[in-house]
C-alpha cells in the first residue's frame, strides 16, 4: 500500500500517517520526491481497508502496490533514485564507471591500476579482498591487508573504493575502510547478509544471480531497503544458459526492464557477462545504449599474470579507449560521463 501526500502537507499531518501506520502492526517508509512525499506500509496489509488512512488529513490518494517488490516498484517511487557516492552521483543523468582488478595482489598492483583507470575517467576503484572462489585451493584475497592497499588508493586518487562483502562476519570490518558494499552474484540470496547491509547507511551494489529470474533479483533488494538502506546498485552480470562460447550470457534485455519496473540505478559488468577480454568493450557499448547508469570493469595492469579472472581483465590502454567508445555512446543517448574526481595527491 501507498499512501500518497497533498502537496501542502504540514509535519504533523505525516507524523499522524505513520502513526497510524504503525497502530495497525504495520511498517511505513517514507520518501520524499523531487514533487511528492509517499509513505509505503510493508507487511500483511492486503486485507485491511484503505478507509482509515485516506480519512486522515494531509493524505491525497491511497493506492495498491501490485508488485511483490514493494519499496523497489516504481509504484512506490515513481522518480528515478539518485544519490552521491563521493565525488559523483548515481542514477541520475551522468554514467559512472567503476573499475580496476578482481583482485587486490599488491600494494604496487592495486596503486598503479588506480591511477591508470582515474586518468582513463573512472569514478570509483573496485578490487576484491575477500574472493569467492569455486576452488578452496585459488587465492582468497589479501583480506584487510587489501583493504589497506585500496584505503591508499582512494587517498591518492579520490576515488571512493567498491569491495565485494562475502560474509556479515566481514562486515564491522570492511565499514572501517568501504565507500560501497558490493554483494557478488553467489550472495544475491545469501539473506542474512542483505538483512545486514540494510542497517548500515552506505550504498550497496547487489548483483544478479547467474540463474535468477529479474523479479528475484528485485526481491533481494528488497530485502536491503526494507532494512532502512535506501542506497542500492542493481548489476547486471550475465545469466548461465547452454551456450558455452562465453563464461556467461549478456541479458541486455534486463537494462530496459529493470528501467521500466524499479527506480533504482542499473549498472552492467560486462567483464563476467562475457568472460573474454575482447567482447568486454561492444557490450559495454550495448549497456549504454540500453539505459544503463554505468558500468563496472575489471582492468590489470598485466591480465597475463592477474591472480584472477586475468582473461576478462582490459588492459589500462584498453580501458581508456573503451571510455573514448561510451562517451560518445552517452552523448548520442544525451547523457554523458561523470565527471572524474577533482581531488588527486602525490603519492
Partial sequence: MVIVMKSNYTPQQLEEVVKTVQ???????????????????????????????EALEGVESVKRISQP???????????????????????????????????????????????AVRQAGANA????????????????????????????ARQQTGMPIV???????????????????????????????????????K???LKRGMSATIEELLMSAEYILAGGNHHVILCERGI???????????????????KRLTHLP????????TGHAEYVPAIARAAIAAGADGLI????????????????????????EMVRQVKAIAEAMGRRIAPVHSLVQVA
Avoid at 504495520?26 to 485491511?48: D, F, K, Q, R, Y
Avoid at 563521493?86 to 554514467?95: A, N, S
Avoid at 548461465?240 to 529493470?258: H, K
Fill in 163 to 201: 569491495v565485494e562483502i562475502t560474509s556479515q562476519t566481514q562486515l564491522d570490518l570492511m565499514l572501517k575502510y568501504v565507500d560501497v558494499f558490493q554483494v557478488g552474484a553467489r550472495n544475491m540470496q545469501n539473506f542474512n547478509l542483505l538483512r545486514a547491509l540494510g542497517e548500515i547507511r
Fill in 23 to 53: 497502530a495497525h502492526g504495520l511498517t511505513p517508509h517514507v520518501s520524499h520526491g523531487v514533487e511528492t512525499t509517499i509513505v509505503a506500509v510493508i507487511g500483511e496489509c492486503h486485507t485491511i481497508p484503505s478507509d482509515p488512512f
Fill in 297 to 320: 570493469v575489471e582492468v590489470h595492469p598485466d591480465p597475463a599474470k592477474a591472480f584472477s579472472d586475468g582473461k576478462q581483465s582490459l588492459k589500462p590502454e584498453t580501458f581508456a
Fill in 69 to 115: 517488490f514493494k519499496l523497489a516498484s516504481r509504484q512506490f517511487l515513481p522518480e528515478n533514485s539518485v544519490f552521491p557516492i563521493d565525488g559523483f552521483r548515481i542514477g541520475g543523468e551522468e554514467i559512472v564507471l567503476i573499475a580496476g582488478p578482481c583482485s587486490v595482489e599488491s600494494r604496487d598492483q592495486i596503486l598503479k591500476t588506480a591511477h
Fill in 203 to 205: 550504498p550497496v551494489l
Fill in 125 to 152: 576503484l573496485r578490487g576484491g579482498v575477500f574472493k569467492p572462489r569455486t576452488s578452496p585451493y585459488s587465492f582468497q584475497g589479501l583480506g584487510e591487508e587489501g583493504l589497506e592497499y585500496l584505503a591508499e
Fill in 266 to 273: 542499473v549498472i552492467l559488468d560486462p567483464s563476467h557477462a
Fill in 240 to 258: 548461465r544458459t547452454f551456450e558455452s562460447s562465453t563464461r556467461n550470457t549478456t541479458d541486455i534485455n534486463a537494462i530496459p526492464v529493470l
